[in-house]
Nanobody, 127 residues
Framework: QLRLVESGGGLVQSGGSLRLSCTAHEITSLALYAVGWFREAPDKEREGVACLSIYEGDAYYADSVLGRFTISKDKVWNTVYLEINNLKPEDTGVYRC???????????????????WGQGTQVTVAS
């Protein structure tokens, strides 16, 4: 069974950058999946911020992060990264990754769906 583990969160100043990682365990490749990053904050609905089809390489970004977030994969298709630049206080939240088959990245992010979920990594942006 696929297991996802996130890392890379932390406390940063507004305007700073972070790189989050989502690593797959129990399988050797995420080739069959779309992988997405989702943000969860108190009193806010879960938001799909960036999703990527691993094999095709197609990416989708939420409007709120377009131009600041970049989703990418490593060379062996085992880890998915989320590069976050120009962090804002409203980016604060728990960032969880998820994996899903048979859906486009856009559908995954917009519908906020996943078959497998990680526990998340906390990102806190100080103003």
């Amino acid at each position: 069974q696929l297991r996802l583990v996130e890392s890379g969160g932390g406390l940063v100043q507004s305007g700073g950058s972070l790189r989050l990682s989502c690593t797959a365990h129990e399988i050797t490749s995420l080739a069959l999946y779309a992988v997405g990053w989702f943000r969860e904050a108190p009193d806010k609905e879960r938001e799909g911020v960036a999703c990527l089809s691993i094999y095709e390489g197609d990416a989708y970004y939420a409007d709120s992060v377009l131009g600041r977030f970049t989703i990418s994969k490593d060379k062996v298709w085992n880890t998915v990264y989320l590069e976050i630049n120009n962090l804002k206080p409203e980016d604060t939240g728990v960032y969880r990754c998820a994996a899903l088959t048979q859906f486009t990245p856009r559908a995954m992010c917009v519908e906020k769906i996943g078959d497998f979920w990680g526990q998340g990594t906390q990102v806190t942006v100080a103003s």
